[in-house]
């Protein structure tokens, strides 16, 4: 790998220039908030909330704007394709900062924005899924309309995806930046320092914020931060293998598993509860489940009742790590990379199973105690 010689002794390099900015911008947030609460805080209230103090949640701002200084010293080749993600990006930051602070703006807008945003990248940039490594699908992908279409769809929906899973303190930022390891390991393999540059940006950018996200959630990412990053995520996986032709495509679609496949279970249950939107909250995402459940009695376990929010992230980092493992094993065969997916799922469900159980059998004691009563 050439680039150890060259650009590898400037991996820190690209990684501080991002992440200090977005440390300092997530501190002022922090200190300031009487300043801003009214607009910023993030309160208790909600079905799917489960945090007690109000908090602000534009850690996006901090993220975005230390992403954004971090670019001004990437290589000249990196900034050119950095700057085009970033701007087109803005509809996608600016529907979740306006969510961030009215808290009126409905799913469905949102969804629009971050979809309109990445089909502004795929027409702007020339950057869309040109194939798929799946019969049928690749023969339609040959259509540049129907193949950008796809691709700001599949932008859109991990944008969203990833807002989905945005419920304790470190999962969300936690992932993107597992993710973004997994990406960045692969265009190091393939000497892609365009890639590898904003890759390591991003984590930086991402890092900073999650200093004050993980675990005392002193600040959260927000719907800015979770549009913004997913928004990032999904471009580089579309890229990357567009750019380094050696990968499949798939490699995206395993490495981003455990959010899409989040966002599809919880379309599904939504949809099959009567009069209830697929778009509307509820506490029934497995990270919901796994916080009630074994991270409660985990964090009780070792005396530190409080810790059970973020102790819940540690205990979904590995789906996302399993993932990415076998990404980062055989991103070139479509076939590993499929069963990659399969058992991605069948962790996810039979997690999703079990916490679930628990969760039912816990209500009916606490039930039955109180009829006793």
């Not at 409660?296 to 810790?307: D, F, N, T």
């Not at 059970?308 to 479509?334: E, F, G, K, Y």
């Amino acid at each position: 790998m050439s680039w150890l010689g060259g650009f590898g002794v400037k991996v820190f390099f690209y990684l501080d220039q991002a992440f200090f900015p977005s440390l300092i911008f997530a501190g002022l947030i922090v200190v300031s908030q009487e300043l801003h609460g009214k607009l910023s805080h993030d309160g208790s209230d909600g079905v799917q909330k489960i945090h007690d103090a109000p908090t602000p949640r534009i850690g996006g701002i901090a993220v975005f704007l230390g992403a954004c200084i971090g670019g001004a010293f990437l290589p000249i080749e990196a900034r050119s394709l950095w700057w085009t993600i970033s701007l087109c990006a803005l509809p996608a930051f600016l529907s979740g900062i306006a969510e961030d602070i009215t808290k009126k703006v409905h799913a469905t807008w949102r969804l629009v924005a971050t979809v309109f945003a990445g089909l502004i990248f795929c027409v702007v940039s020339g950057y869309h899924i040109e194939h798929a490594d799946i019969p049928g699908l690749d023969f339609l992908l040959a259509y540049p309309g129907f193949a950008i279409a796809l691709s700001a769809l599949a932008i859109g929906g991990i944008a969203n995806s990833l807002n989905i899973i945005d419920g304790v303190n470190g999962l969300a930022s936690g992932t993107a930046i597992i993710v973004l390891s997994c990406f960045a390991i692969l265009a190091a393999r393939s000497d892609d320092v365009v890639l590898l540059a904003i890759c390591l940006l991003m984590i930086g950018a991402i890092a900073g914020f999650f200093v004050l996200n993980f675990p005392a959630g002193k600040l959260f990412f927000g719907d800015a931060g979770a549009y913004t990053t997913g928004f990032m995520l999904a471009v580089i996986g579309v890229v990357l293998p567009v750019r380094n032709p050696e990968y499949s495509p798939l490699i995206a679609v395993l490495a981003l598993s455990y959010p899409w496949i989040e966002t599809l279970v919880s379309i599904r249950r939504r949809a099959k509860r009567e009069g209830m939107h697929p778009g509307e909250a509820d506490r029934l995402h497995l990270h919901s489940l796994v916080y009630r459940s074994r991270a409660k009695r985990l964090a009780e376990s070792i005396g530190r009742p409080r810790l059970r929010n973020p102790v819940t992230s540690v205990i979904l980092w590995p789906i996302t790590l399993i993932a990415c493992a076998i990404t980062v094993i055989a991103p070139d065969s479509p076939l590993v990379l499929g069963c990659g997916v399969g058992i991605v799922f069948l962790t996810y469900l039979l997690m999703y199973r079990r916490v679930a159980l628990l969760s039912r059998f816990r209500r009916a004691l606490q039930r039955g105690g109180s009829q006793r009563s």
